[in-house]
């Protein structure tokens, strides 16, 4: 399957989630990297019109999350958060956000993410680290 497809494939999965309501849009992946966008509007931003810090971690464990999925044999395994961090760094009131998440450790168990989410001028608006645990399917 081409790039393209797969990366309309992901999209279409994310129908009737969180992820759908937040307007978050699956990017570019490669080997060690997965990247998404998400809208600062009136679906992220929280009452005084700056992105909702919970926003910005929905849009990190989305990508960690989907990242590690990558990762493991869908068929028999499955990926779950464990825990997430997410530190503010920048506020945000709209256009886009940016996040790009790498591999921290891949485990046979144990997932460890790193999110960084920037603006639309490449400045750091939010890092965050999140830990996925591996289980079989029952």
Not at 6 to 17: C, E, I, R, V
Not at 27 to 55: E, I, N, S, W
């Amino acid at each position: 399957m081409n790039k393209n497809k797969a990366l309309q494939k992901l999209n279409d999965f994310q129908k009737n989630t969180i992820t759908e309501v937040l307007g978050i849009e699956i990017t570019d992946f490669g080997p060690d990297y997965f990247c998404g966008k998400m809208p600062v509007d009136h679906r992220t931003v929280q009452p005084y019109g700056l992105l909702h810090g919970g926003a910005s971690a929905v849009l990190a464990e989305t990508l960690g999350s989907i990242a590690g999925g990558m990762q493991v044999n869908l068929e028999t395994q499955s990926v779950v958060g464990v825990e997430i961090n997410c530190n503010h760094l920048r506020s945000a009131r709209d256009g886009w956000v940016y996040g790009k998440a790498t591999p921290v450790k891949i485990g046979r168990k144990i997932h460890v993410w790193n999110i960084e989410i920037k603006n639309e001028g490449d400045k750091l608006v939010a890092v965050s680290r999140l830990t996925l645990a591996v289980i079989d399917k029952k």
